[in-house]
């Protein structure tokens, strides 16, 4: 007998500590909860996301306040657009922690501008303190402001950033691996606190790092964290198929996600992984309501609160060229761009398709991911989740919510049970740390 059981999704919800998740005009909603300052603003998401059993709540970042657009701050600091503040995302997962008991807790941060040794020791402090729940979205940042907050004229190029990300995580694991699983020994009787036998040097000296080791944190309960990235460039990907677990996709069409799935896991193949061990999820906006009416208002309201100018900013930002330099009632010309190749591929195929002008596109970039089918009832989007999943086009979804905390809160009440009711998502967690969330291994020592 075949087997029908459905293979079940993985969910991800997308967030920044700071005034964006999906949608630009999101902070302003009526409903919205601006006190993004406060530790309990991410605990009461974090609490609703394992209400709904979310495999992980996921943290961007960004090291710098964007200033692409005509040169300057002010249209990402007046409108509240992405990028405008963003809090330390490894120190609010931490704050988070206490509140949470299964959730996955992903945190953003850049092998371009951090050392191994600071990054190697946070990630095995945040899974040793959350007991296996950590994982780290490895960026290797692209715009030329961050460059400037750390000394830099120019960012380095995208395949210098790689290859030192490269080095850079192999430094990382050989630091979380410098601890054997059983080095501490806590015995006060012996007295033994840990066996100077099984905690080692790394010794490591490479092209861009010296470091001798050991880490001074014992190996993290879940090995080393889980690792997630969005590169989508030709090396982006190789990137992704050697060391991600979970990759973020923007794909404008469900065949773009089938395709760039396709190819992460030939690549993974390449590398000599098992492609299963690699969970593709592409990001999404959805908004939900009882009935689709309700649905559509929601959406075309958060459409309203978002500016022309919010959306142009970021998307100025994301792919690292001022667009004010075109004409606004002209669509965006074809360009190579060294900011995310993922978020151009995606609006370069949108203005092939719709010839929308720049003006247009910076309102509908500011007005959240929202392919057909992800606004609706319950049974609507998840009607859409299916026909992806099926299709090969994910592993599950990364939801970037329209607003916080009433965006998050109908995702759990209406989207997760359906997902439940149709057996296409876990009714409790069965396992205790994010990698058993994900089906993934813990990796020997
Ligand atoms: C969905 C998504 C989320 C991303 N989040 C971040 C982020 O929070 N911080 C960051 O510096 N880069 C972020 N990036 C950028 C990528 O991780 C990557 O560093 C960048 O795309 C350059 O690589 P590429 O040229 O291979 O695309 C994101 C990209 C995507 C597609």
């Known amino acids: 007998m075949p087997d029908r059981t459905p293979r079940r999704m993985h969910l991800a919800a997308f967030s920044s500590a700071g005034p964006v998740s999906g949608i630009h005009g999101g902070w302003r909603h009526p409903a919205a909860d601006r006190n993004i300052l406060s530790a309990n603003h991410y605990a009461r998401i974090a609490r609703t996301l394992e209400e709904g059993c979310f495999d992980l709540m996921f943290l961007a970042d960004i090291l710098a306040v964007p200033d692409r657009l005509n040169g300057s701050m002010d249209s990402q600091l007046r409108h509240g657009a992405l990028g405008a ?77 790689y290859d030192r990300a490269d080095e850079f995580v192999e430094v990382c694991c050989k630091l979380w691996d410098s601890w054997s699983d059983d080095a501490l020994v806590l015995d006060p009787a012996a007295p033994l606190f840990a066996d100077p036998a099984k905690v080692r040097r790394i010794d490591h000296e490479g092209r861009y790092f010296k470091v001798r080791g050991p880490l001074n944190v014992p190996r993290p309960p879940q090995g080393r964290p889980v690792f997630v990235q969005a590169g989508a460039s030709d090396r982006g990907r190789d990137f992704a198929a050697r060391w991600a677990e979970v990759v973020f996709i923007t794909p404008p069409s469900i065949e773009a996600a089938t395709a760039a799935r396709a190819d992460l896991r030939a690549r993974a193949e390449k590398f000599g992984r098992d492609p299963d061990s690699l969970k593709v999820l592409p990001g999404v906006c959805p908004v939900v309501a009882e009935t689709r009416s309700i649905a559509m208002e929601r959406r075309a309201m958060l459409a309203e609160l978002s500016e022309a100018e919010a959306g142009l900013s970021t998307l100025a930002y994301h792919l690292d060229v001022d667009l004010s330099q075109f004409p606004q009632d002209e669509v965006l010309p074809e360009m190579d761009v060294s900011g995310v190749q993922g978020h151009y591929r995606e609006v370069a195929e949108m203005t092939r398709r719709s010839g929308m002008p720049l003006r247009q596109l910076g309102k509908q970039y500011g007005s959240g991911r929202h392919e057909k089918g992800f606004t609706g009832t319950a049974a609507d989007i998840v009607d859409t989740m299916e026909i992806w999943h099926d299709a090969g086009a994910c592993d599950g979804f990364m939801f970037q919510v329209p607003y916080v905390p009433g965006g998050v809160e109908d995702i759990v009440r209406l989207i997760v049970p359906e997902l439940q009711r149709r057996g296409r998502f876990r009714t409790a967690y069965e396992a205790e740390t994010l990698r058993g969330h994900l089906g993934l291994a813990r990796p020997p020592a």
């Open 85 to 161: 503040l963003r809090l330390d995302p490894m120190l609010v997962l931490a704050s988070v922690v206490g509140a949470t008991r299964r959730l996955g807790l992903a945190a953003t941060v850049s092998t371009t501008y951090y050392p191994p040794f600071h990054v190697a020791r946070a990630f095995a402090t945040l899974d040793h303190l959350s007991a296996g729940r950590a994982a780290w979205n490895i960026v290797t940042s692209f715009q030329q402001a961050e460059a400037r907050n750390f000394g830099l004229e120019e960012h380095l190029s995208r395949e210098e950033r």
